[in-house]
């Protein structure tokens, strides 16, 4: 059983950095899955926020391309998500995304 788990998570100030990190264990060829990232703010739909295939092929939202930047280390089963120029509106609660399997999320919060 595939199980994900998200740290890197916390309360930060506009024009801030952050990074996330997420942990995964019960997969046997992490390089061939494609990971990625979700977010969730109060009162919204989970959306889409950035993508990493088993090519190294990167893709982000419109709303944060220039900002953050996924990677990832097949070696480790880890995805992160390096996030900058941090506003308010990217506060929402987190989730890494692998092959079927969801995290339990971690909340940023953007505010002075």
């Known amino acids: 059983q595939v199980q994900l788990v998200e740290s890197g998570g916390g309360l930060v100030q506009p024009g801030g950095s952050l990074t996330l990190s997420c942990v995964a264990s019960g997969i046997t060829d992490y390089s061939k899955y494609i990971a990625a990232w979700f977010r969730q703010a109060p009162g919204k739909e989970r959306e889409f926020v950035a993508v990493?295939?088993?090519?190294?092929?990167?893709n982000y939202a419109e709303t944060v391309k220039g900002r953050f930047t996924i990677g990832r280390d097949n070696a480790k089963h880890t995805v992160s998500l390096l996030m900058s120029s941090l506003k308010p509106e990217d506060t929402a609660v987190y989730y890494c995304?692998?092959?079927?399997?969801w995290g339990q999320g971690t909340q940023v919060t953007v505010s002075s």
């Open positions: 990493s295939n088993w090519s190294g092929s990167r």
């Open positions: 995304h692998v092959g079927d399997s």
